[in-house]
Nanobody, 123 residues
Framework: QVQLVESGGGLVQAGGSLRLSCVAS????????MGWYRQAPGKERELVAT???????NYADSVKGRFTISRDNAKNTVSLQMNSLKPEDTSVYYC?????????????????WGQGTQVTVSS
């Protein structure tokens, strides 16, 4: 009923840039916070950046100054501009959204996750 689809991942050389995008669709009334998380092989999933509906942002220390999160509330999208990429940024990146939606019996908030998009940074 609600889907999040990421795009923009790929292979890039160290020092390069990528822009990830995520689009939420379905029976959406509104979206509160949105964010990006990543999970590398053998490691726990970690928060990369979040953004509130009002535009307030939070970043992991490892990406501060290099990554920028933004959103378009009218289009239910969130983006992550990644600059000065490092090999340690290599991971699967996941989009997350807190969605107010209507299901078959109620209107409620729920967390949704995208399927992930691979980012590989070569040295």
């Amino acid at each position: 009923q609600v889907q999040l689809v990421e795009s923009g991942g790929g292979l890039v050389q160290a020092g390069g840039s990528l822009r990830l995008s995520c689009v939420a669709s379905g029976s959406i009334i509104s979206i509160n916070a949105m964010g990006w998380y990543r999970q590398a092989p053998g490691k726990e999933r970690e928060l990369v950046a979040t953004i509130t509906s009002a535009g307030g942002t939070n970043y992991a220390d490892s990406v501060k100054g290099r990554f920028t999160i933004s959103r378009d509330n009218a289009k239910n999208t969130v983006s992550l501009q990644m600059n000065s990429l490092k090999p340690e940024d290599t991971s699967v990146y996941y989009c997350n959204a807190q969605v107010l939606r209507r299901d078959s019996y109620a209107v409620r908030w729920a967390d949704y996750w995208g399927q992930g998009t691979q980012v590989t940074v070569s040295s």
